[in-house]
């Protein structure tokens, strides 16, 4: 993978970071509700590649922020990203038993806690955002990164793609539906994470945008990606349910183009990505190795 040995020591360190960070910010399983509390700690401390919170880092870092100032921005992101898995599994959603090597949270606890630990995980995260002393912003770009999560999670983002996928059947299901989905579902906490990383430095609006564009690409080159791992690697390499939306008869990026052709997508959005940072003077070196990682992962 290109510059695989310039971005693992990094992305240690921010692992080890964010991962820390989190542990420190959540409930405590002694306090009540101890059930709900565990159940929050199960699912967001579960070992994960913590690619939204790298973001998060790599932006900031390009822009002029303290790796101490992106903590909190990275816990967001995750936090989210936690939640949004945890209702990505019901029974109700997708119905999986498994993510990240371990038992959903639904199947290690019960449904109703389930619901109850993703509500309270993205509540947590805007109270980090409006509350948290180590986010060394001002207000007004306080209320600016509320506004950027809050769009990204709604009707919008995630929730409107999640909906959307729901409603689609590999039927009637076309290219550019798949495209809307994945970028609402996939694509919008992505683009959150580059955008918060960025908001906790000093971009301006042009940097901002050029880092959008960035993020949108990347977005949708992770999903067709991970629509390719999906069918092509097992359960264990994964950790989680592989092959499920081929079972679920549903319509992805590697049934409608095939492997060869979806990877070339994907590496079609990488270097429109890559793109989007050329004309940008800041060091954008990590934001480019983890686009890399994006199309060449394996899991």
Not at 27 to 37: I, M
Not at 145 to 155: E, T
Not at 205 to 213: E, I, N
Request: net charge negative; charged share 25%.
């Amino acid at each position: 993978m290109p510059g695989k040995d310039f971005l693992d020591p990094v992305w240690t360190v921010w692992r080890e970071r964010v991962v820390d960070h989190l542990d420190r910010i959540l409930p405590v399983t002694a306090d009540q509700p101890g059930l709900l509390h565990s159940a929050m700690r199960y699912s967001t401390l579960a070992v994960g590649k913590r690619f939204r919170a790298a973001l998060v880092y790599a932006a900031g870092r390009s822009t002029g922020a303290a790796d101490s100032a992106l903590d909190v921005p990275a816990c967001v992101v995750e936090l989210v990203h936690a939640f949004s898995l945890i209702h990505d599994d019901l029974p109700a959603m997708d119905d999986d038993d498994l993510r990240r090597g371990q038992p959903t949270c639904h199947k290690a606890f019960d449904e109703a806690t389930a619901i109850l630990a993703g509500d309270a995980l993205q509540t947590l995260a805007f109270e980090l955002l409006t509350s948290d002393s180590a986010l060394t912003v001002d207000a007004a770009r306080r209320l600016e990164m509320c506004q950027i999560l809050a769009s990204a999670v709604g009707a919008r983002g995630l929730a409107g793609g999640q909906a959307l996928d729901l409603a689609e059947s590999s039927d009637d299901i076309r290219m550019e539906s798949l495209a809307t989905i994945h970028t609402l579902k996939t694509g919008s906490l992505i683009r959150a994470s580059v955008a918060l990383g960025a908001l906790t430095g000093s971009a301006d609006k042009p940097t901002l945008d050029h880092l959008d564009q960035f993020a949108d690409a990347i977005g949708l080159a992770y999903q067709v990606i991970d629509d390719v791992l999906d069918g092509t690697v097992s359960t264990d390499i994964l950790g989680k349910d592989s092959g499920s939306d081929r079972n679920s008869d549903k319509s992805t990026y590697l049934t409608e183009l095939g492997e060869q052709n979806a990877r070339k997508f994907a590496q079609d959005l990488h270097e429109r990505a890559i793109r989007s940072l050329d004309s940008l003077s800041m060091n954008t070196g990590l934001l480019r190795e983890l686009a890399g990682f994006t199309i060449h992962r394996t899991y």
